[in-house]
């Protein structure tokens, strides 16, 4: 049984062939699929951020995509064409869903709906514009032992830490004896995963956010550089996770003292 966002990207796919091939309105596209079989299973959020998305965005798409053709996109055939877009826009603009989900849903989708090779095609060339815009996830996805990595907290992380680095930044930099540019990499780098976990997984313990941090700190960074790591997390996690910080026995102790 199909799940519900396999069914949405199965429909953005119809949406967009319809597009394609006829320029209708997408209310009408919208409207027409609302009544097919099988419509009121499909996630509706995703559906509709991929299919008005990649309408949104199809120049764009399209100019990313070429470069990766054998041919001019104009003569792609239309179901191809749709499921580019499908797979384009969800590596662009959704990068909370891991880039090899992406090319395997895009690549399921060319099997139900095009020719018979077609989705070694699809395959190849969005492997390939996956590692001009996921560069980083590409890479790592080729490392030894990501394959035992928890991906859902690493793309949680990963994708978070640069979405949001400017603000992590920003809480940062109070905490610095230095300004944010003068950190080291490798110093930024596992401030910004401390920190993000700080902020936005607050499931996770303070303590425990500080501890790795610390641990990655001495495995990458300096002699005395986890030291530095540990003193700004902590300083962060009093500001962010007051109650939790005020509530820890240790953490009152050292206060005390």
């Known amino acids: 049984m199909k799940n519900s966002r396999r069914l949405a990207r199965e429909f953005a796919v119809q949406g967009l062939y319809e597009w394609l091939l006829s320029g209708n309105e997408l209310r009408a596209i919208e409207h ?3 009544e097919a079989k099988g419509f009121d299973k499909a996630d509706r959020a995703l559906l509709d951020s991929i299919l008005n998305g990649a309408v949104r965005a199809s120049g764009e798409l399209d100019a990313r995509l070429q ?4 041919r001019p996109i104009a003569a792609l055939s239309p179901v191809e064409h749709a499921v580019l877009l499908v797979g384009a826009y969800e590596l662009v603009y959704r990068i909370e869903t891991p880039y090899r989900v992406v090319i395997n849903e895009a690549v399921e989708l060319a099997k139900a709906y095009g020719g018979t090779d077609g989705h070694k095609y699809v395959n190849g060339v969005l492997d390939r514009l996956a590692a001009e815009v996921r560069a980083i996830e590409h890479r790592l996805a080729e490392a030894k032992g990501f394959d035992k990595a928890d991906r859902p907290l690493l793309d949680s992380i990963l994708n978070g830490a640069v979405r949001e680095r400017d603000e992590l930044d920003a809480r940062l ?13 490798v110093e930024h780098a596992v401030l910004l995963v401390g920190a993000y976990e700080l902020v936005r997984r607050i499931e996770t313990p303070y303590r425990v956010v500080i ?24 300083r962060l996690a009093a500001e962010v996770r007051a109650i939790e910080v005020q509530a820890d026995p240790r953490s009152a102790s050292r206060l005390r003292h």
Not at 67 to 70: A, E, R, T, W
Not at 173 to 185: G, H, K, M, T, V
Not at 218 to 233: E, S
């Open 67 to 70: 470069p990766y053709l054998d």
């Open 211 to 234: 501890n790795e941090a610390v641990e990655l700190a001495k495995a990458y960074g300096g002699t005395d550089g986890h030291k530095y790591v540990n003193g700004v997390l902590d």
């Open 173 to 185: 930099q109070p905490y610095l004896d230095r300004p944010i540019a003068a950190l080291s990499p």
């Open 32 to 34: 027409r699929l609302a």
